[in-house]
């Protein structure tokens, strides 16, 4: 059972920056990977970016160079860096969770958090 809560969303300037935060609490063994995905009007849900425990780390093709996962284990939150930000860029973010039980047998669940506006103008 776990809970994300994400923050960091909000409207910025083309060119501009956001960061965005998702912070993963509740009953777990470990967490297998977090990672953001995002939904434009009239378009499916995307990955953005992922980052497993062991670190590695994978994005989205037209967010290469621009954006950056990172996680703080200690607090089981990971972020979001958003930098030279397009309006093809405007979305609502989902970070999404996946994490082992904390009883055997150890299967990974999935979890989402509730999604965060991202608005870039031009």
């Known amino acids: 059972q776990v809970q994300l809560v994400e923050s960091g969303g909000g409207l910025v300037q083309a060119g501009g920056s956001l960061r965005l935060s998702c912070a993963a609490s509740g009953t777990f063994r470990i967490i297998n990977t977090m990672g953001w995905y995002r939904q434009a009007p009239g378009k499916q849900r995307e990955l953005v970016a992922i980052?497993?425990?062991?670190?590695?780390?994978n994005y989205a093709d037209s967010v290469k160079g621009r954006f950056t996962i990172s996680r703080d284990n200690a607090k089981n939150t990971v972020y979001l860096q958003m930098n030279s930000l397009k309006p093809e860029d405007t979305a609502v973010y989902y970070c999404?969770?996946?994490?082992?039980?904390?009883?055997?047998?150890?299967?990974?669940?999935?979890?989402w958090g509730q999604g965060t506006q991202v608005t870039v103008s031009s």
């Open positions: 999404k969770c996946q994490a082992q039980k904390s009883s055997f047998p150890y299967y990974a669940l999935d979890y």
């Open positions: 980052l497993t425990s062991g670190g590695t780390t």
